[in-house]
């Protein structure tokens, strides 16, 4: 009987298992980073233990440091969450080996599917179909896709498409690997284009039963990492879904499976599928098989820890679920990470929200950039959808670049609503492109909510030329927004062709041809967030800054320097890669705007920069 419970995780899948843990009567005690001591998985459990450090591979990565937190806290179990070590058979070894109980597969089975070749002739051999292995130094098949060999959620993971990238990908791949899970061992498949990214939930006991709890459809991808999921899948057939659900189980059978996992297939559009790999773990996406099925699949792995049996047939499922994952990156900017303080975070309508964060959270370089999964349950898919797509829209996510925008244009899109999902769904419709968005109604209002908050010190709209109108500016996605206007007797007037109907400091009401609308506004320092419109006030009279030199390459993001492609003096082409860094475990590549000669390298391998650094400096 577990009665005090490890969370060997931080962010909102420590949340998710304290909510179980509390609901059962179970004690949960939490671990915590430097960065995270203030973070909401901390306070929310009984006592937390803390990993001196920041970075992963000193803290959450450190089995040993998390075997001495249960025993130093009095845990009898320790449940890993999903990434860091919750696929290392080498830290359920020490778990066991401590006398504590182990919330997952035995060691010898995460080892055995951790090792995704030798996994892939396992499967074979259990009549699961598969893709054959390309070696990754010689590899003459394109395109392909490099993947690493410990880990999934697509860190270490890129496509080739031609013999030129192979060395290239395949070390960048081993890096990011190493990163995200101390082994940078990587291997090579065939891609498929088009093909949907379709996985089966498995949950099984000690004594020898197997559940297939439906299939998920987890298409919706950027950089080979989800960002929607659903279940059931969309438009496959009875005969596909009978088949895919067999096959499941068949791999957990194979492997002698005891626990919570998922089997992850690639699926053709003839219904044919091939084996990906089997997750020996929770996945992110399980609250979607948790709204249909209607239970709880963490209070299952603890009952399953504890020995108990499942019973002869799962639930039955019903209706559909849809879930989003809300990130701190900008999809229009090569997905780049943001980081900073999430003044506000709140998300309205009849929806589930998983979340490791809450206003006032200090987003920063060190962890995956997800803030928080969104979950919608209706009883059928369209519902769903929709239910799901206006409480994102309604969401209030304020001093951060999100994803948000694009998980509503995905969830709207017409090939989306008919369920014509496949991987490569971003890029062949374009979904990642920032769309025309006229931000100036946004900025009227937010500069006529600015003037109301100022009431107290002078009156509003007061100026010394009565006959001149008030003025503010704002920068909005780099473009400088100048707004006008003047308090006359009739009212307020500007020259935008819009009405002011109504203006306080939180909400203000503008007509145009006829339509009335409200502008919701929040003021945070100099950013004021109108709606879904982020804005950023200019100073009238701004001070003299010093600018760039030309031809300087800045650092788009804090982060650290793990590859230097130059050396000063060489010369280089334009789009040519100076230098690489980390940021939430992602790489992101920083290239030569034009060509020329490297005059000043400023950067080193190791070494932390922050965002606007200069790294290098490139004269024509």
């Given at each position: ?64 440091l ?39 597969p035995a ?12 996994a ?18 010689s590899?003459?098949?394109f ?34 690997a ?6 940078g ?58 088949r ?14 005891v ?44 009952a ?60 920063g ?17 369209a519902?769903?959808?929709r ?136 003021v ?44 000063e ?41 922050d ?10």
């Amino acid at each position: 009987m577990i009665r005090k419970l490890l969370v060997a995780n931080r962010g909102e899948i420590a949340r998710r298992v304290i909510r179980t843990c509390r609901e059962l009567g179970i004690s949960p005690v939490a671990v915590f980073s430097d960065p995270d001591a203030g973070v909401p998985h901390v306070r929310e459990a009984d006592a937390a233990v803390r990993l001196p450090g920041a970075a992963p591979a000193e803290t959450y990565l450190r089995a040993d440091l998390l075997v001495a937190a249960a025993r130093k806290a009095g845990a009898d179990a320790v449940h890993p969450g999903y990434g860091f070590l919750s696929e290392s058979g080498d830290f359920a070894r020490a778990v066991l080996a401590a006398g504590l109980t182990w919330v997952g597969p035995a060691p010898e089975v995460i080892d055995a599917m951790g090792a995704k070749v030798a996994a892939k002739r396992r499967m074979a051999a259990a009549g699961v179909p598969v893709l054959p292995d390309l070696d990754p130094e010689s590899a003459t098949e394109f395109p392909l896709l490099v993947k690493a060999s410990a880990g999934g959620g697509g860190r270490g993971m890129r496509v080739v498409r031609g013999a030129d990238e192979l060395a290239g990908q395949v070390a960048a791949a081993r890096r990011e690997a190493e990163s995200a899970f101390g082994d940078g061992t990587v291997f090579c498949e065939p891609l498929l284009e088009r093909a949907r990214h379709v996985e089966v939930q498995v949950l099984a006991d000690a004594h020898g039963a197997v559940w297939a709890l439906g299939e998920r459809e987890c298409s919706i991808q950027r950089r080979h990492q989800k960002l929607v999921e659903e279940t059931p899948a969309p438009t496959i057939t009875a005969e596909v879904r009978q088949r895919l659900h067999q096959a499941a189980v068949r791999a957990a059978e194979a492997i002698g499976y005891v626990g919570a996992g998922t089997v992850e297939f690639l699926l053709a559009d003839d219904g044919r599928f091939h084996f990906l790999e089997v997750n020996t773990r929770l996945q992110v996406e399980h609250p979607v098989t948790e709204a249909v099925f209607g239970l709880d699949l963490v209070a299952w792995q603890l009952a399953v820890a504890e020995g108990e049996r499942l019973p002869q047939r799962p639930p039955a499922p019903r209706g559909h679920a849809v879930e989003a994952r809300l990130c701190a990156e900008d999809p229009g900017r090569d997905w780049l990470p943001s980081t900073g303080t999430l003044h506000r975070f709140r998300v309205p309508g009849d929806v589930r929200v998983d979340s490791g964060v809450e206003d006032g959270s200090e987003v920063g370089v060190h962890y995956d950039p997800l803030l928080a999964k969104v979950i919608a349950w209706a009883p059928t898919r369209a519902a769903a959808v929709r239910k799901l797509a206006a409480a994102l829209e309604r969401a209030e996510v304020h001093g951060l670049v999100t994803n948000r925008d694009l998980l509503v244009r995905v969830l709207r899109h017409p090939e989306f609503e008919r369920g014509a999902t496949h991987a490569g769904f971003l890029d062949e419709h374009g979904l990642t492109a920032r769309p025309e968005v006229d931000a100036r109604p946004a900025a009227l209002a937010a500069a006529l909510a600015l003037a109301e908050r100022r009431r107290g010190t002078l009156p509003l709209g007061w100026r010394n030329i009565v006959s001149q109108p008030q003025k503010t500016v704002f920068e909005h996605d780099g473009e400088i927004i100048e707004v006008d206007y003047r308090h006359a007797r009739s009212g307020v007037e500007t020259s935008f062709g819009v009405t002011v109907v109504n203006t306080s400091a939180n909400v203000v009401v503008l007509e145009r041809d006829g339509v009335r609308t409200p502008f919701p506004v929040a003021v945070h320092g100099d950013r004021v967030e109108v709606g879904a419109v982020s804005l950023k006030l200019l100073p009238r009279f701004p001070d003299p800054r010093a600018e760039v030199v030309e031809g300087a390459a800045v650092a788009p993001v804090p982060g650290t320097v793990v590859r230097v492609a130059v050396v000063e003096g060489q010369r280089v082409e334009p789009g040519a890669e100076l230098l690489v860094l980390e940021a939430m475990k992602m790489e992101h590549r920083v290239l030569a705007a034009a060509g020329g000669t490297v005059t000043r390298l400023s950067a080193r391998r190791g070494q932390q920069v922050d965002a606007g650094d200069v790294l290098a400096v490139v004269e024509a």
